[in-house]
């Protein structure tokens, strides 16, 4: 059973940080596109940024620059670290690999 677990989720300040960890079982990561997602109040789930099956990173326009994806060398962690925090970067966040989904976590930015 694979299981995908958030976490590091909270209110943060514009201009802050913060780390989302998402923690797969199954140490199934090779070979699997993998990323986060995320989804607003009153809009669709976004791509954030993915590593692609075929090994390139794909950042979405809105958080080029600020955020960047990470994974231990395990292969058991994926990480998300959010720099320069935007108001409008207020959402659920998800990791997904392959055809597996967190449960989310929710950001905040707010002042």
């Known amino acids: 059973q694979v299981q995908l677990v958030e976490s590091g989720g909270g209110l943060v300040q514009p201009g802050g940080s913060l780390r989302l960890s998402c923690v797969v079982s199954g140490n199934i990561f090779s070979n699997r596109a993998m990323g986060w997602y995320r989804q607003a109040p009153g809009k669709e789930r976004e791509l954030v940024v993915i590593?692609?099956?075929?090994?390139?990173?794909i950042y979405g326009d809105s958080v080029k620059g600020r955020f960047t994806i990470f994974r231990d060398n395990a292969l058991t962690t994926m990480y998300l670290q959010m720099n320069s925090l935007k108001v409008e970067d207020t959402a659920v966040y998800y990791c997904?690999?392959?055809?597996?989904w967190g449960q989310g976590t929710q950001v905040v930015v707010s002042s």
């Open positions: 997904q690999l392959g055809p597996w």
């Open positions: 590593f692609t099956s075929g090994a390139s990173t």
